[in-house]
Nanobody, 126 residues
Framework: QVQLVEPGGGSVQAGGSLRLSCAAS????????MGWFRQAPDKEREGVAT??????????DYADSVKGRFTISLDTTKNMVYLQMNSLQPDDTAIYYC?????????????????WGQGTQVTVSS
C-alpha cells in the first residue's frame, strides 16, 4: 500500500508559478513510477506529467499542453515528487492529483496508476 499526501496548491494570476509537492509513504519512492494528473470541472481526469527513477537521470514525460512550462522531479531520498508549474494560464485551473504505480510505467493514463493522493486545488486567474 502506498500513501500519498499533497500539502496544498494555491491561487496565482496568469503567468505566475506554483510548485506542488507530494509525499509518498509506506513504500520506497525509488521503486515507484509517479504521475501528476488534473481534473477541471466537468472534464475527465487527464495526465499532466510522469516520471520514474533510472540510473543517471529520471525518465519523464509530459502532456503536450504543459510541455516547456511544467517540470516533474523526484527526490527518492525524501520519497517526494514535485511539479513545478510556470507560465500558468486560466486553463490550468483544476484539482491536481499525485499518483503512483508500483509497476514501471510511462503512461499518462489514470488507469495505469493504482494509488492516489487526495488532490489539491490550483486556481489561475486572468
Amino acid at each position: 500500500q502506498v500513501q500519498l499526501v499533497e500539502p496544498g496548491g494555491g491561487s496565482v494570476q496568469a503567468g505566475g508559478s506554483l510548485r506542488l509537492s507530494c509525499a509518498a509513504s509506506d513504500y520506497t519512492a525509488s521503486r515507484l513510477s509517479m504521475g501528476w494528473f488534473r481534473q477541471a470541472p466537468d472534464k475527465e481526469r487527464e495526465g499532466v506529467a510522469t516520471a520514474y527513477p533510472r540510473r543517471g537521470s529520471p525518465f519523464s514525460d509530459y502532456a503536450d499542453s504543459v510541455k516547456g512550462r511544467f517540470t516533474i522531479s523526484l527526490d527518492t531520498t525524501k520519497n517526494m515528487v514535485y511539479l513545478q508549474m510556470n507560465s500558468l494560464q486560466p486553463d490550468d485551473t483544476a484539482i491536481y492529483y499525485c499518483a503512483a504505480s508500483i509497476t514501471w510505467t510511462r503512461s499518462l493514463s489514470p488507469s495505469a496508476y493504482a494509488y492516489w493522493g487526495q488532490g489539491t486545488q490550483v486556481t489561475v486567474s486572468s
